[in-house]
């Protein structure tokens, strides 16, 4: 079986100031690794991922994401927020040896302040 | 088409009546996905198909839910004898082939059933 745990509800950061997104993972073997964003009234919107290679991947909007073996954790990161970032936010895992089925995180409500 | 499109956008039923959902995937795209996602929750996995083939039905919550896509396009998700319980977002994404495509996954607007 596969998890993801998103231990924060909601992240509240003033605009200006870096943020980070908290996520850890359970899965067998090799993980992929991914970051969703949701936006008011819009469907879910792939941001990065990791697959494998360097740790440290970049994405959409200035996002990055850097994945931890030891931690298993795959934290989402932005040196400076914005307030159009404010939305909700969902980490995912994927088994590398299976087939492509994904499992979500709860989410995390990111709320930007201006 | 651009992305991936499903309809209706919005779909109220009475308890007991059945309700058809259907999905237009990405052109291409061999994986299709279905989830559920209540309000404020991440999208629970439904059911995975590759091409026509339905692969994974695990997430099904009952034998009231039935999903087919039959020429390995567009897909259709069924629910018979709806019940209050089956009130949510009902998500579809595909994707492409391969290491490139695995787990980037594009998504529907999805179709909010509220069922009364």
């Known amino acids: 079986a596969q998890s993801v745990a998103q231990p924060e509800d909601q992240v509240n950061v003033a605009e200006g100031n870096p943020l980070t997104v908290k996520c850890t993972y359970s899965?067998?073997?090799?993980?992929?690794l991914f970051w969703y964003v949701q936006y008011p009234n819009r469907g879910l919107q792939f941001l990065l991922k990791y697959i494998t290679g360097d740790n440290l991947v970049k994405g959409s909007y200035g996002f990055e994401a850097e994945f931890n073996k030891s931690q298993t954790s795959f934290h989402l990161k932005k040196p400076s927020a914005l307030v159009s970032d404010s939305a909700l936010y969902f980490c995912a895992v994927m088994n590398s040896g299976g087939y492509q089925k994904v499992t979500f995180g709860t989410g995390t409500k990111l709320q930007v302040i201006p | 088409g651009a992305g991936v499109s499903q309809s209706p956008r919005y779909k109220v039923a009475k308890r007991g009546q059945d309700v058809a959902l259907r999905c237009d995937p990405i052109s291409g795209h061999v994986s299709l996905f279905w989830y559920q996602q209540a309000l404020g929750q991440g999208p629970e996995f439904l059911t995975y198909?590759?091409?026509?083939?339905?692969?994974?039905k695990s997430g099904l919550p009952s034998d009231r839910f039935f999903a087919e896509r039959p020429e390995g396009s567009v897909s259709t998700l069924k629910i018979q004898r709806t019940q209050q319980e089956d009130s949510a977002v009902y998500l579809c994404?595909?994707?492409?082939?391969?290491?490139?495509?695995?787990?980037?996954?594009?998504f529907g607007p999805g179709t909010r059933l509220t069922v009364t």
């Open positions: 899965v067998s073997g090799n993980p992929y």
């Open positions: 198909f590759q091409n026509e083939a339905q692969l994974d």
């Open positions: 994404a595909s994707s492409g082939p391969g290491l490139a495509g695995a787990g980037e996954q594009y």
